[in-house]
């Protein structure tokens, strides 16, 4: 039995819900993995406890004060970390020559630079930032192919359908014999809601995930369905599917994390506790199987599956993402920045919760569609929907 060597990896968003549970796995296996870098927005304190426990070689914050005062506390404990600030200094610690691995769990477009950056740099790419993929599909997937890349998706689904595809050939869904991709739901905490209930929902309603326990931007999107979107236009990239071989399944359980369909009539599942662990895992690890600390699964606990079709009319957002993929070009863009935009306002309570979707639908209408094989013009029209998103906003 050989000892694989020590990989060295960058977490981009170590104090969020998936940064937390990627060191939870990398603890558990101090002789296969060292950490390079961890970085933060504005979480400074738990930055300094991670840093105390893992010791990274740099840790980098968005903001120049909190990382002063960072600096100032590692070196009071005796650590030689080096505390950078800024978007340049995420990119560095993304394509520094002695890192193997990133871990892409930054949430929202911020994640996008540093994310490209790892997969020009060759890296393995541990894909939890879907926003980041749903804004320059093409470009993201062409750079991958370019570079030798290898991507591996966190996302709980998309990691389940790369398990249920075949590990020694990638050529497409057909050349594997692949019908349809079925993408798992929980359906949120609104499951069954009709529009006018769904007009009371408070913030905290919404980030009270039934299954999940995740940030509060992605809580909100599964409580939209937007989640569920933004994951259609994700495997449509990763698995190079068109929107029409990918069917949304409502799950609530959580126990099955998606499937493939075979063209011989059969399905293939990936089952599991919902804990993200698993994916991150088997990111960390593959080909390899490693300790995730997540319990086997009680089927006699989980006792019955249940199945239904999603309410697009209840969750338009759904019906938004698929319709933005089929238009192509910067239209997802165009769809997560305004979704970005109505998200924090109804975190910030200057909008309702059947809001978030009406405002994507008003910034979709008025954004014209570009071609998006620039990083340039991608940037631009995620920045044009945010000031039309904000102005439709701001007219009530
Ligand atoms: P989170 O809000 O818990 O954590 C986000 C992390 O990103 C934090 O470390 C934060 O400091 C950092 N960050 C936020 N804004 C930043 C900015 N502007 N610049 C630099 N860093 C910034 O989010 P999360 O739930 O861990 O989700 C992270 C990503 O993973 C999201 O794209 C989400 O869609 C995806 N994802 C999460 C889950 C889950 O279970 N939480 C599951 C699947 C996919
Ligand atoms: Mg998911």
Known sequence: ESTPAV?????????????????DVLARHPE???????????????LREQCLIHRPAVAVLTDEREAAWLREELRTAGLSTEVQAGATAL??????????????????????????AAVRAGKRVLLANKEALVMSGALF?????????????????????????????????????????????????????????LGAVTPEQACAHPNWSMGRKISVDSATLMNK???????????????????????????????????????????????????IAFGLAWPDRIAAGVERLDLFRVARLDFEPADETAFPCLRLARDAMLAGGTAPAVLNAANEVAVAAFLERRLGFTGISEVVEAVLER???RTADELDVILAEDARARRVAEHYLARG
């Not at 990989?7 to 060191?23: C, E, F, N, Y």
């Not at 060292?34 to 933060?40: E, G, N, P, S």
């Open 229 to 279: 979107g933004l994951e259609l236009i994700e495997a449509c990239w990763l698995f190079d599917a068109r929107p029409d071989q990918i069917e949304v399944v409502v799950h609530p359980q959580s126990v099955i994390h998606s499937m493939a369909a075979y063209s011989d009539g059969s399905v293939i599942a990936q089952l599991g506790n919902p804990d993200m662990r698993t994916p």
């Open 91 to 116: 990119v560095e610690v993304s394509e520094a020559p002695e890192v193997d691995v990133v871990m892409a769990a930054i949430v929202g477009a911020a994640g996008l630079l540093p994310t490209l």
């Open 141 to 197: 997937m062409q750079e991958v192919v370019r570079h030798d890349a290898v991507l591996l998706p966190i996302d709980s689904e998309h990691n389940a359908i790369y398990q249920c595809l075949p590990s020694d050939r990638r050529d497409g869904l057909a050349g594997m014999g692949v019908t349809q991709l079925l993408l798992t739901a929980s359906g949120g905490p609104f499951r069954g809601w009709n529009a006018a209930r």
């Open 7 to 23: 990989q060295t990896v960058t977490v981009l968003g170590a104090t969020g819900s998936i940064g937390k549970s990627t060191l």
């Open 32 to 46: 296969r993995y060292r950490v390079h870098a961890l970085t933060a927005s504005t979480s400074s304190a738990s």
């Open 367 to 369: 954004c014209e569609v």
